[in-house]
């Protein structure tokens, strides 16, 4: 038997509990592994909320990434010795003590990559690496914006942008700030909306990163320069208010449409990490690297065991610190 989350229902935070269940043996091409942590995003609370893209109905059990130690191959899997540590990108399951996942998905942590450190940068710094690198370019001299500078995808946009050598504004809660300017970022309040007139008065950014949506999207784009991007990756906006879930295609078609207005020379996208993308295995391998070799280390906000996942759920955006959030797993 093992331990582990299951959502019942879509609703509030009453509906994910802990559960025991059998795990079959994995099949062909499947690794059976035992999962140290797993990574708990703003996809647990929108899958939760039912509000997640094409997601699966109830019972399911979350999870979207993790690291942990393979135990099983199935037939025809032959890529990993038992007792390998392994990171995935999972989408569900990882919240469990044992997981069978496609072989194909699976990626070896380096030896000396911390495995906390490693879980956080399966889903946050990936989806960051994804914007920065490619989705927006960000380059040396740029002026970036980043909504939440203190989450973990946008702590971690922060980061890379700054590293590549651009200036970033962004918001944060107030208690955040002077962590964050200590960082090297421009911290404003979400209320207020002085950030408008301040980041229009720059004469505008080259990107911006906005995982809210709806209206926050309409600003978003107010403050591009032309020839500026702005990158959407998530609608949080009512999860984070506590309102209603709103529907998310018609906010996301209004975001693209905007492309069709070309001569404002501003652009927009949609940002969504695919573990099937080309891109996704190399950009691991490439972050791996950059904590291997002691170039980056990755905040953890929080880490909650397995047995206290509700707690996760109501305490997610609340939370004191800065970074990501993961589920210890095996205590
Ligand atoms: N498209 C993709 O491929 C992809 C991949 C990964 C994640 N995502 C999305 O990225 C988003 C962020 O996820 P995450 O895991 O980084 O979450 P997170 O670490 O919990 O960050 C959420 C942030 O929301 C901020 N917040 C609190 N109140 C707010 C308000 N009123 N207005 C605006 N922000 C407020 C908090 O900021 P303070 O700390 O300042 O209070 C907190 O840092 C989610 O929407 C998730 O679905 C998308």
């Known amino acids: 038997m093992i331990q582990k989350a299951l ?3 879509f609703g509030d935070e009453s509906k994910i509990t802990v559960v025991q269940e059998e795990i079959r043996a994995p099949s062909a091409n499947e690794v059976q592994v035992e999962v140290d942590f797993s990574g708990f995003s ?8 039912g509000t997640y893209p094409m997601q699966k109905k109830p019972p399911f059990t979350p999870g979207y990434c993790f690291v942990g130690r393979v135990t099983a191959n199935g037939s025809g899997s032959t890529k990993f010795r038992i007792g390998t540590r392994v990171a995935c990108l999972s989408i569900y399951g990882a ?15 380096p030896e000396g990559v911390d495995s906390q450190q ?3 940068v399966i889903l946050d710094w990936s989806t960051a690496y994804g914007m920065v690198m490619r989705a927006a370019r960000v380059e040396a001299g740029d002026k970036v914006f980043v909504h939440g500078l203190s989450g973990a995808v946008g702590y971690a946009v922060f980061t890379l942008a700054k590293m590549q050598g651009a200036t970033v504004y962004g918001t944060a809660s107030g208690r955040k700030h002077a962590d964050l300017v200590r960082a090297g970022a421009t911290p404003y309040a979400y209320s207020g909306k002085e950030w408008i007139s301040a980041m229009q008065a720059t004469g505008g950014m080259d990107a911006v990163f906005d995982p809210l949506g709806f209206e926050s999207w309409d600003e978003s784009y107010s403050i591009l320069r032309e020839g500026g991007v702005l990158v959407g990756y998530g609608l949080n906006l009512p999860a984070l208010s506590g309102t209603a879930p709103r529907p998310a295609l018609p906010a996301v078609i209004k975001l693209l449409a905007r492309n069709l207005v070309f001569w ?13 993308s080309k891109h996704f295995l ?11 070799t002691g170039r980056l280390s990755v905040p ?3 880490v909650i065991p397995l047995r206290d996942i509700q707690r996760a759920h109501r305490e997610w955006s609340q939370g004191a610190g800065i970074g990501s959030t ?3 797993v095996r205590e």
């Open 264 to 276: 404002t020379g501003k652009r927009t996208k949609f940002y969504f990490i695919s573990r099937d």
């Open 42 to 49: 703003g996809a647990d609370i929108n899958m939760r909320r």
């Open 7 to 9: 959502i019942t229902g």
């Open 282 to 292: 190399s950009d691991l391998e490439a972050l791996f690297d950059l904590l291997r």
């Open 300 to 302: 953890i906000k929080a």
């Open 326 to 328: 993961l589920i210890q």
């Open 95 to 109: 919240e469990a003590e044992l997981i069978n996942v496609p072989e194909k998905y699976l990626l070896s942590v």
């Open 118 to 120: 490693a879980t956080a």
